[in-house]
T-cell receptor, first 114, second 116 residues
């Protein structure tokens, strides 16, 4: 069975603080994809990153970085120097290779206060 | 612009009525999906379709129906059998198969359905 767990329901930080959103997954597949999405108050889910199971290199995109560790089945997301515009719900997701079914975590609501 | 268009953005339904939510994509994606999101909760899969004229039930298909007569369109009907339909509905699509550029799922802007 596949499962994605985001244990942090809600996080509040003050602007310019760094924040890490946790994601732990379960799968029996050796090949799979992991994703992060951002859902601002407007509702649309915005794709942030996709990582396949064979690529454990960490990735950095501006203030965003992702840490993928197969040994702990985790795919954590860090925002450096957070801004008010980062306030949103963030979802982690898992999909199997060559099969179009996605499993989403329950989301983490991030509140960035000025 | 390429993307996924959902309509209407807001919809009010009287109890006992069926309503249909529209979802159109011009991304040439084979797979399409409908998710339901309740306040403060994650996404739950209602139905998905990997090819025209074929679709499968997701985790919460009861009270819903879909059709996939065209590649671009995947409308969702919320029937009167759905006892608690008030929610946010998200349509999504993705390329089919690993040979495509990415097995990534893209979302529309969502539709809010309220039963009055």
């Amino acid at each position: 069975a596949q499962k994605v767990t985001q244990a942090q329901t809600e996080i509040s930080v003050v602007e310019k603080e760094d924040v890490t959103l946790d994601c732990v997954y379960e799968t029996r597949d050796t090949t799979y994809y992991l994703f992060w999405y951002k859902q601002p108050p407007s509702g649309e889910l915005v794709f942030l990153i996709r990582r396949n199971s064979f690529d454990e290199q960490n990735e950095i995109s501006g203030r965003y970085s992702w840490n993928f560790q197969k040994s702990t089945s985790s795919f954590n997301f860090t925002i450096t120097a957070s801004q008010v515009v980062d306030s949103a719900v963030y979802f982690c997701a898992l999909s199997e290779y060559n099969f179009n079914k996605f499993y989403f975590g329950s989301g983490t609501k991030l509140n960035v206060k000025p | 612009d390429g993307g996924i268009t959902q309509s209407p953005k807001y919809l009010f339904r009287k109890e006992g009525q069926n309503v249909t939510l529209s979802c159109e994509q011009n991304l040439n994606h084979d797979a399409m999906y409908w998710y339901r999101q309740d306040p403060g909760q994650g996404l739950r899969l209602i139905y998905y379709s990997q090819i025209v004229n074929d679709f499968q039930k997701g985790d919460i298909a009861e009270g819903y129906s879909v059709s996939r007569e065209k590649k671009e369109s995947f409308p969702l009907t919320v029937t009167s059998a759905q006892k608690n339909p008030t929610a946010f509905y998200l349509c999504a699509s993705s390329p089919s198969g690993a040979t495509h550029s990415g097995n990534t799922i893209y979302f529309g802007e969502g539709s809010w359905l309220t039963v009055v």
